[in-house]
């Protein structure tokens, strides 16, 4: 069977994952704190039809001859980079301006987002109300605002202000925690625009905001995705005529094929 078969398939499957790639990046264009993926290919393996030789004094070397097998995607990597803020004048919508990811404690595992969705439950906790996940302060423990009674506000670097039933003021109640990554490509997103850390992001380096590499809050805001949709539009482009041409090479060596059938008539 003609390389050229195996070779155009390869292609036909990397393109397809692409624009699976590209298709999730823009049916996320306006999901808040959303992250975009990017595809990388290289080429499958290479069949050595000659090896090469040495040169001595007479003659020169000789190149080996290797034919391409096809293609296969290197690498799926999130882009990490900041996305624009969206004013919602909720002061419980907190955004980060810079580095660093919100807490989330589901009582057991430890989850971490750029959404800062948030809100107050009964109990004075202030929960990602989408699952009820529980936000933890620079300490990773799982904020609780005591005797809650209004007035809910945040600082840039973090710290919980609000009323208390009695009708006073606290200024000095828990600081939101954020975490930082040595590696924040290798986090591994975990579905509902959380992350879990992995072995090749690196252990997280809690602190709380506007210390170290950690960025600032912005009550009243979130963070939009960082989906460029123009030029999501251009790789679309790019992965359709890839596919369209991996196509072509599959039907002209069905040609070149049928033209060796029709030798023997």
Do not use: W
Not at 37 to 49: K, P, Y
Request: net charge negative; hydrophobic share 35%; with cysteine.
């Amino acid at each position: 069977m003609m390389r050229s078969l195996y070779s155009g398939a390869s292609g036909l499957q990397a393109h397809q994952t692409k624009m699976d790639i590209l298709s999730n990046n823009i049916s996320n264009v306006n999901t808040a704190g959303f992250k975009k993926g990017q595809i990388t290919f290289q080429d499958m393996l290479s069949q050595t039809v000659k090896h090469g030789q040495d040169g001595d004094s007479d003659i020169g070397g000789v190149n080996a001859q290797q034919v391409g097998l096809g293609v296969m995607v290197g690498a799926i990597n999130n882009v990490h980079t900041q996305g624009a803020p969206a004013a919602t004048n909720n002061n419980t919508d907190l955004m980060i301006q810079g580095e660093g990811y919100f807490m989330l404690s589901d009582g057991a595992d430890i989850y971490y987002t750029r959404v800062g969705s948030f809100s107050i439950d009964n109990d004075g906790h202030l929960i990602n109300p989408s699952n009820g996940f529980i936000v933890c302060d620079e300490n990773q423990n799982e904020i609780r605002l005591n005797n809650y009674g209004g007035n809910f506000s945040v600082s840039t670097n973090g710290t919980i202000s609000y009323i208390d039933n009695e009708g006073d003021p606290v200024t000095d109640g828990p600081v939101i925690g954020l975490a930082t990554f040595p590696s924040c490509a290798g986090l591994v997103k975990a579905g509902g625009n959380m992350y879990t850390e992995s072995t090749n992001s690196g252990e997280a380096q809690i602190t709380s905001p506007g210390t170290e590499a950690t960025g600032t809050l912005i009550s009243g805001a979130l963070e939009m995705s960082n989906v460029d949709l123009a030029q999501e539009f251009v790789d679309l482009i790019i992965a359709e005529r890839g596919f369209q041409a991996n196509s072509r090479s599959i039907r002209a060596s069905d040609e070149m094929l049928q033209e060796l059938i029709n030798m023997k008539r």
